[in-house]
C-alpha cells in the first residue's frame, strides 16, 4: 500500500506500466482509495467532534464566519442597495447567533456525546464513498474519450490507475485549517489531474497531449452545455420579462 501511494505521488512511469500489467491492478487501485478516504474521514471526524462536543465552539465558529462574510461584504459594497444589505446583516447578526443558540440547546434524543460520535463515525465512513463515486464518473468518461482517440487500454487498467489520482487527496485531511486547508485541497486536485492524465497515457498508450484531452474533453462538452443552457434561460427569461 505505501509503495502504491508513494509511486502515485512520485509520478514514477516504471511504477505505472508495472501497475498496468499487474493482475490486481484493481484491486490495488481500489485499496488505496479505501486507505485515503478512511484517513481524510478520520481526520475530519476527529475534528467535527472536538468542534461539536462544545455548543460554544459551534457558535463561536458560526459568529466568525459571519463576521468575516460581512466584512468582505462591506469591502465588495458598492451600490446602494448592497449597503443596505450589509447594513441589515450586521444589525441581524446578534439574533441570528441568539436563534442558533437556542436551537444548540434544544433536546435531542440522544445524547450530546452520542450523536457527537454517530456523526464522526458516518462521516468517516462516507468519505471514501464520495471518493469512489468521484472516480468513477471519471475513469468511465476519460475511458470512453481515450478510446474514440484511439486508446487500447482496458476498463479494468483504467480503473486501478485511475484510483491513484486520489492518492493527493490525502492533503484534504487538513481542510480544517483556514485558509492553509482550501490551498491544499486545490493542490491535491491539480496533483490528481496530472496523475490521472499520466495513467490515462501509460493505459492507452498516448501522447501526452492526447491523455490531456481525453481526461477534460468530456468535463468541458459538460460545461459548455451548461453555459449554453444558462444563456439560453436567460436570454428566454429576459424576453418573457419584456412581453
Known amino acids: 500500500m505505501i509503495d502504491t501511494f508513494n509511486g502515485a505521488l512520485t509520478l514514477s512511469q516504471t511504477f505505472f506500466r508495472g501497475m498496468r500489467e499487474a493482475p490486481d491492478v484493481v484491486r490495488r487501485g481500489l485499496t488505496l482509495v ?15 467532534m472536538i468542534t461539536n462536543s462544545s455548543p460554544d465552539r459551534v457558535i463561536a465558529d458560526i459568529e466568525t464566519t459571519l463576521a468575516q462574510s460581512i466584512q468582505q461584504q462591506s469591502l465588495t459594497a458598492t451600490s446602494a442597495s448592497q449597503r443596505e444589505m450589509v447594513q441589515l446583516l450586521k444589525e441581524n447578526s446578534a439574533g441570528a447567533l441568539n436563534l442558533v443558540r437556542a436551537v444548540m440547546d434544544l433536546p435531542t434524543p440522544l445524547p450530546r456525546p452520542v450523536s457527537v460520535i454517530l456523526q464522526g463515525l458516518g462521516l468517516m465512513a462516507s468519505t471514501p464513498l464520495s471518493y469512489l463515486g468521484s472516480l468513477m464518473l471519471t475513469v468511465v468518461l476519460t475511458h470512453i474519450a481515450a478510446q474514440q482517440l484511439g486508446g487500447q487500454g482496458t476498463i479494468q487498467q483504467m480503473l486501478g490507475m485511475g484510483a491513484l489520482s486520489v492518492a493527493p487527496h490525502a492533503l484534504d485531511a487538513l481542510s480544517f485549517i483556514p485558509v492553509i486547508g482550501s490551498t491544499l485541497s486545490v493542490i491535491a486536485w491539480a496533483w490528481g489531474l496530472v496523475i490521472l492524465v499520466l495513467s490515462t497515457s501509460i493505459v492507452h498508450r498516448l501522447d501526452s497531449g492526447r491523455a490531456t484531452l481525453a481526461v477534460l474533453l468530456y468535463p468541458l462538452i459538460g460545461a459548455l452545455l451548461l453555459l449554453f443552457g444558462c444563456c439560453a434561460f436567460f436570454i428566454f427569461a429576459i424576453a418573457s420579462g419584456g412581453r
Open 34 to 48: 479505501l486507505f485515503v478516504g478512511l484517513f481524510v474521514g478520520g481526520v475530519q471526524a476527529i475534528s467535527t
